[in-house]
């Protein structure tokens, strides 16, 4: 699934070109899961929690077939703080998969990351 994920977003990279807002990548790659029969949720609200208390809160953008989160980013490179903002929301869903996916300058780059705690 992760492969369909990924050739989505050269999908939307190749028609769209560099330098658009990132929202709407991530309108155009709604369009794109929905003709490749993706089934996601977008936008989706995770609360975070201690001793059952909510301190904290955020929306990932895509949560593909309830088992890979999407980040979408625009820029050139990873950050660390991108990577570290994907891992948390998969521990926090306690998800195995996420997906952050830069529209760059010049080309669509993508890094899967991987929940170990899971």
């Given at each position: 699934m992760s492969y369909r994920i990924i050739g989505c977003a050269f999908d939307v990279y190749n028609e769209l070109g560099a330098g658009h807002l990132e929202r709407y990548y991530q309108n155009a790659l709604k369009v794109a899961f929905k003709?490749?029969?993706l089934r996601f949720d977008e936008q989706v609200y995770y609360p975070l929690l201690y001793k059952n208390e909510l301190v904290g809160k955020g929306?990932?953008?895509?949560?593909?077939?309830?088992?890979?989160?999407?980040e979408i980013k625009k820029g050139n490179k990873f950050s660390k703080k991108h990577i570290d903002q994907v891992l948390e929301y998969l521990k926090t869903g306690k998800l195995e998969l996420g997906i952050l996916i830069n529209f760059g300058s010049s080309s669509v780059a993508f890094r899967r990351i991987v929940n170990i705690e899971k």
């Open positions: 003709k490749e029969g929306y990932l953008d895509f949560c593909i077939e309830d088992k890979i989160i999407v």
